[in-house]
């Protein structure tokens, strides 16, 4: 029976990354969505994006409720629980990995203690 229910799970997962793929082509866009949970007013979210064998990088700042932040190809847009990042004219050089972060992140080079 666990059996069964695991390739259902699977194949639901199959079919949504297909569907992902599929609207990625045919709309030449991608929407990445973080959930998070803030404190209310004052909230701020951060989307990154890091290629192998690099540190992240920053794209975007958006404030819940204030409208799309937009930087290039990058358009994000917030609200009370949800973060959405739309990367436009999406290429291969998209390829990496995403973050998004809530409220003031540290940007500086830190040194490892001994």
Not at 21 to 28: Q, S
Not at 79 to 94: F, H, R, W
Request: aromatic share 12%; with cysteine; glycine share 6%.
């Amino acid at each position: 029976m666990a059996s069964e229910a695991n390739g259902k799970v699977q194949t639901l997962f199959q079919e949504f990354e297909l569907h992902r793929r599929m609207n990625c082509v045919l709309l030449n866009q991608f929407t990445l969505s973080c959930k998070y949970k803030g404190s209310g007013s004052g909230d701020y979210l951060f989307w990154y994006r890091q290629y192998p064998g690099s540190r992240p990088e920053y794209l975007l700042m958006v404030i819940p409720g204030s409208g799309p932040q937009i930087k290039e190809r990058f358009n994000a847009t917030a609200n009370e629980t949800v973060v959405d990042l739309i990367i436009s004219s999406t290429a291969v050089s998209d390829s990496a990995l995403y973050y998004c972060a809530l409220r003031p992140t540290v940007t500086e080079t830190h040194q490892t203690l001994y």
